[in-house]
């Protein structure tokens, strides 16, 4: 188990990584090739120029292809849409980490709405958010040696529309004001170079989005962090409809 635990660990870190990298490198390759385009179009150039500014062209062409695959396969693919319990995408997300949460000495405090409605949503997203934020609830409660993870669900009925609302808090080293506006940015990090990338909570963010949700951060220096999560409630269609098959986060990879 603890071997499953590490490697889904590494997993997540590497495909922020990634994610993080090629869409940095993205923007200036896109500029390579076009600076180069626009030098091409000098009809004074002479014929060895233009056939080296070709190659740069191409070449930063193919990088940009390179790019934006591990883009697409890392990040940037769109959600997996089934029906969707929340409350056993948060368990199983919270299994994944039993190990770690013990040895860091924190307890976990479950209050899942029991008669919580089902969505429509990937599972396998919202696990990696779930898991990003168990993951940083727990570094930021590590430090101070205890603490406390309460993850909660509801229905919340306050917008227009009812949402699903779950909340993830913990009683660790918490986040200063200055920094609130920022933790949701690509490579924001207070953690030491090799233990963050600055990319777990913008990659929560992009998948939040990608599925109508909100996404935020309250917190008080000293006392704790909660981060919350609102969802539309989709209703699942009727049984008239073509079948959506019912899906659970997977155990590996
Ligand atoms: P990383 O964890 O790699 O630093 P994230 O995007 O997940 O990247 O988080 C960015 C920053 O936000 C963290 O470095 C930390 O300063 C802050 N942060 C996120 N979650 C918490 C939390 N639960 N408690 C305290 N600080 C947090």
Redesign the pocket.
Known sequence: LEQQLIQSDKLSALG?LVAGVAHELNNPLTSISGYAQLLLRNRSLDEDTRVDLEQVRQQADRAGRIVRNLLMFAREHKPERSVVQINDVIQSALALQVYQLRVDNINVQLELDPSLPLTIADPHQLQQVLL??I???R??MADRGAGTLTIRTALCNTGAEPQIEIS?A?T????PAQ?LD?????F????PVG??????????YGIIQEHQGQIW?E?REGV??T?FIRLPLVEPRDETDEPLSPATPAESG
């Not at 660790?172 to 986040?175: K, L, M």
């Open positions: 922020q990003n934020l993951t940083n609830a570094q930021a993830v913990d660790g080293v918490g986040i920094h920022k933790i949701f940015n690509p924001f990090t207070t953690k233990q963050g990338t600055g990319l777990g909570l913008s990659i929560c951060a917190s704790g962090t981060i």
